[in-house]
């Protein structure tokens, strides 16, 4: 019994290794990604539980590694937070969507995902300014996406960085909202233009009656505090259906489009299953 757990121990010891390995192969290959442009920035529409338009993508960056393939960004990003790495990314993706979304045709607005990391200093809101002025998109198309957790770590700051980054005219929505931390009272005090939704509970329509009930307060909430509320992983028909009758403004997810490079494929398509 003695040798089993020895060589058990031994094995996990081993995976941990693999492990530690890897993150630090990727910490040091995403310093390449960075300067030698593995990185880009893919788009996925959101669309109106009203007409059916597309109102504005959300960008979603992607690492192209030459060696390892497509390396989905829940494999790098954690790390690139911990390395610090996420500041350099998420600067690089502010810029880049804001250049891309100024040659669209259609002046859809334009979703970033921002890390906690990044709002630790005021310095975020120069940066918001410089993509703004360095590609000359109007600010009132583009919405910055943020977590809980940010609220939780650094309220203070974060209430100030908000501040700012509205006064541009820039929104900010509250991604994978009904997860983490999930108190009520950020709403209160942090005035968000939009709520994502996400995409556990779509997940769960049908199947889990709680989950109708809490996408069914979200919206009313939403309606309440006069914020945008959008479902996020919206995959199946019924699950639109539902999302509308609760009231829901707009959707996200593999029903309306995958997230793609070139944006103008979403408009060629005509039947997006809104009626
Ligand atoms: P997120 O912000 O919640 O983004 C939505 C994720 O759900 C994306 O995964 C998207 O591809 C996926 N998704 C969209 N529709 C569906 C659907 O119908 N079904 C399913 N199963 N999934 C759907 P992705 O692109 O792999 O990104 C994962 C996470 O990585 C993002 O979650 C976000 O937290 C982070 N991330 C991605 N790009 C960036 C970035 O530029 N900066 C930062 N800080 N984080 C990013
Ligand atoms: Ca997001
Ligand atoms: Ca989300
Ligand atoms: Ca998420």
Redesign the pocket.
Known sequence: AKTDKKSKYRIFETQMDVEVRERRRVATDLRRAISRTELEVHY?PQVSFINGEVQGY????RWQHPELGHI???RF?AIAEETGQ?SE??RW?LERACQEATTWQNDEKIA????SHQLRSLRFVDMVETAIINSGIDPRRLEL?ITESVLVQNPEMTMEIIHNINKMGVAVAL??FGTGYSSLSYLAKYKFQKIKID?SFVQGIGGNAECNAIIDSIVSLGRSLNTIVTA????EIWQLSQLQSAGCDQG????FG??AKDVDEFNKGSDRQIQ
Not at 112 to 115: H, L, Y
Not at 232 to 235: A, L
């Open positions: 996925q959300e960008a979603l960056v989905p960004p829940d990003i996420i990314i998420g993706v970033v995902n921002v890390s996406e991604d994978d995409r996020e992983g919206v995959e996200q997810g593999f029903l995958k997230p």
